[in-house]
């Protein structure tokens, strides 16, 4: 009997050792593909940040107006807005996979057009099709994200698109800060931006690479009918039975839908679009790609030199980091929704401040930097990352791709008024009133988290459906 327990324990541990093995190969399997999808939020923050480095010389070596100035960084947000727009559709029909590397491509090319430009019309040509790829990309990669991940794990994993975003953005202020310390005036008028924008060909390149070594959506190939395929990757990510059930759970929420995008305008449904637009708006009416954009614009307004302005950037890039870094670990523990309000409130608070210091002449000292960081922080890790995970996970999976489109467009098209208004606003009003509206926006963005958003932590994107029709 004592040799039968013994042998029976010993099988116990086996089982339990092999268990674990399987979880942490699935859990890597994941992680990998995951930070491979992710780089597209790398190319993201790099190409719509590196303008704050680029617009002053810009501006000198083309004569810029302030309209010109904000359409020097709002034509990429134009291709931004029409690639977000097609995304969800061509992602529909060729896959995920297929139309993110076309994405790649596509900010290759606008990169090498923004560099290389003797015409400010040819410059914004490079740049709308560098949008388009961008547009493309910051809405599938949180999308298939999204679709591979456990619902455990589902928040971090989305949220790492962010952390590459704001890595993105980090990466260009050391770039920019680099480059425009390589000469003196002349040269950085004449050339300086043009590599800071070169640059961007490298991560581009590697990200098209790495694609091809990632598999599809396996909602995807369930939705074409490859239930096989998907299994072959669910098997990877779960165990035997939870991907079987996984498998089951895709195809009968795909028999309850139907194919037509009139779906998301159904009682209900109509609700998750509502949430999806308006938190997208948000994200961008609180103001935080005018202060990304505009950094050494706001710092040199405040009596920095053009070599400090660039370096006080660099504190911003670190800040959206690592606060970044704190919303991965939290998402999955605490929720969206607790995130989305203290942080919108600390946004607001800041706003004010910024807005106060500008309106008293105390723009000299440490204050406003200060406020700006917690400003970013805060942004960091709530807006900045909640937005996009929630945006992947609110919709049905038959039109995931095209509602999380129109939420997408939604989003580049706030951000566009934003970027292309914050300079005559910041030229005309002055820096205390343009602070104080997003301000005002940040109080509107807490009062409808508090009352419509709804908490999706530890659910299922089959179970988030349903909690929708209800």
């Not at 204050?367 to 937005?387: K, Q």
Request: glycine share 10%; aromatic share 10%.
């Amino acid at each position: 009997m004592s040799s039968t327990n013994s042998n029976a324990v010993h099988a116990n541990a086996a089982d339990s050792d092999t268990a674990e093995k399987s979880v942490k190969s699935s859990m890597l399997f994941v992680s990998l593909v995951s930070a491979i999808a992710a780089i597209g939020g790398l190319l993201f923050g790099f190409d719509t940040a590196v303008v704050s480095g680029a617009i002053g010389f810009l501006s000198d070596r083309f004569d810029l107006s302030k309209f010109e100035e904000g359409w020097a960084v709002s034509s990429l947000i134009v291709g931004c807005v029409v690639g977000a727009g097609f995304s969800g559709m061509l992602s529909d029909r060729f896959g995920r996979k297929k139309v993110l590397i076309v994405a790649a491509l596509l900010f290759i090319i606008g990169s090498i057009g923004s560099a290389i430009p003797d015409t400010f019309s040819f410059y914004v040509i490079a740049r709308m099709v560098g949008g388009l790829g961008i547009g493309i990309t910051s809405t599938l990669c949180p999308l298939y994200n999204a679709e591979i991940a456990p619902a455990k794990y589902r928040g971090r994993l989305v949220a790492l698109n962010q952390l590459a975003t704001v890595a993105g953005i980090s990466l260009v202020y050391f770039v920019n800060s680099g480059i425009a310390g390589m000469g003196d005036d002349a040269w950085d008028v004449a050339n300086a931006w043009r590599w800071m924008f070169g640059v961007g060909v490298v991560p581009g390149l590697l990200f098209m690479v790495l694609l091809f070594f990632v598999p599809e959506s396996p909602r995807w190939l369930i939705k074409q009918g490859k239930s096989l395929e998907a299994l072959n990757i669910l098997l990877k990510i779960h165990g035997e039975e939870d991907a079987r059930k996984e498998v089951l759970e895709i195809k009968e929420s795909f028999k309850q839908e139907n194919s037509s995008l009139k779906q998301i305008f159904s009682p209900g449904l109509r609700v998750a679009l509502i949430v999806g637009v308006v938190l997208a708006v948000l994200q961008q009416v609180t103001g935080i790609n005018a202060v990304l954009y505009y950094a050494p614009e706001i710092f040199q307004s405040m009596g920095t030199g053009t070599d400090s302005s660039l370096v006080q950037t660099i504190f911003i890039g670190v800040v959206n980091v690592l606060f970044t870094i704190l919303a991965i670990w939290l998402i999955d523990k605490v929720g969206r929704k607790l995130l989305l309000l203290v942080g919108s409130g600390l946004m607001t608070i800041c706003l004010a401040v910024i807005g106060l210091a500008f309106h008293t002449g105390h723009t000299t000292g440490p204050l406003v930097l200060v406020f700006i960081l917690i400003y970013v922080a805060a942004f960091a890790v709530s807006l900045g990352p909640v937005v996009w995970v929630v945006l992947s996970e609110i919709f049905p999976n038959r039109i995931r791709g095209r509602a999380t489109a129109i939420a997408s467009m939604a989003l580049w098209a706030a951000d566009y008024a934003v970027s292309q208004s914050f300079p005559p606003l910041l030229d005309s009003a002055g820096p205390a009133p343009t602070f104080w509206i997003f301000g005002v926006m940040g109080v509107i963005t807490f009062f409808f988290t508090l009352r419509v958003v709804p908490e999706t932590k530890g659910k299922s994107l089959e179970e988030i459906e349903t909690s929708w029709s209800k």
